[in-house]
């Protein structure tokens, strides 16, 4: 049972360009939501987080959407850069909960 | 430099000879846990600690054993592996709260033959 699903494994965007990255889960009672950016053989990094209070929010060139209604969220980037080609893995918390679940990861390909 | 560092990076070893993955932050978190990575299930947690000798199952604890007799390290058991636990392990640790995965470790490629 995949509560976390990013259902796109890679996206192949050009340099300077806005990457898109969806994120659906099945979860209600997720109420903190994140993403992580992975290089190989490197551990993920923390990137960007949003509460479900919020619908959106703004760190530099990254922004995070969520529609709750949907359950749906989404990671912009603007504008694309060749160093954020990695794996972004969204993920989230249950309210109370002491894990993150993650979702499947989708491979950014940031083209010059 | 706040790091959370895991030993070793790889392993190559035989079922059923017990190993031992380490992990160690310097940030004097109180929440720590274990995640195994694999293709097309992203990372599903093993085991967390929310402080020294707190530990509790995460979605995936079978065949895994932890430990947290100090608050900077947080040992990854595995008594008897077997080839379905190769994968890619990582540990984590955070402050607790909303943030308790905010660093990861560089991983540990683990091959069970």
């Known amino acids: 049972d995949q509560q976390v699903k990013q259902n796109s494994p890679s996206l192949s965007v050009q340099e300077g360009r806005i990457s898109i990255l969806n994120c659906d889960y099945t979860?209600?009672?997720?109420?903190?939501f994140l993403w992580y950016k992975k290089y190989p053989a490197e551990g993920p990094t923390f990137l960007i987080s949003?509460?479900?209070?919020?619908d959106k929010n703004e760190d530099g060139r990254f922004t995070v959407f969520l529609n709750k209604s949907a359950k749906h969220l989404s990671l912009h980037i603007v504008p694309s850069q060749p160093g954020d080609s990695a794996v972004y893995f969204c993920?989230?918390?249950?309210?109370?909960?002491?894990?993150?679940?993650f979702g499947q990861g989708t491979r950014l390909t940031i083209n010059p | 430099e706040a790091q959370v560092t895991q030993n070793p990076r790889y392993l190559i070893t035989v079922t059923g000879k017990k190993l031992t993955v380490t992990c160690s932050q310097n940030?004097?978190?109180?929440?720590m846990s274990w995640y195994r990575q694999d293709p097309g299930l992203g990372l599903r947690q093993i085991y967390y600690?929310?402080?020294?000798?707190?530990?509790d199952k995460g979605d995936v604890p079978e065949g895994y054993k932890v430990s947290r007799k100090e608050k900077r390290n947080f040992p990854l058991i595995l008594e008897s592996p077997s080839p379905n636990q190769t994968s890619l392990y990582f540990c984590?640790?955070?402050?607790?709260?909303?943030?308790?995965?905010?660093?990861f470790g560089q991983g540990t490629r683990l091959t069970v033959v």
């Open positions: 984590a640790s955070g402050a607790g709260g909303f943030f308790s995965e905010a660093f």
């Open positions: 979860n209600s009672m997720f109420d903190y």
């Open positions: 949003i509460s479900s209070i919020k």
């Open positions: 993920a989230a918390r249950r309210k109370g909960a002491q894990k993150l679940v």
């Open positions: 940030m004097n978190h109180e929440y």
């Open positions: 600690s929310m402080n020294v000798e707190v530990t």
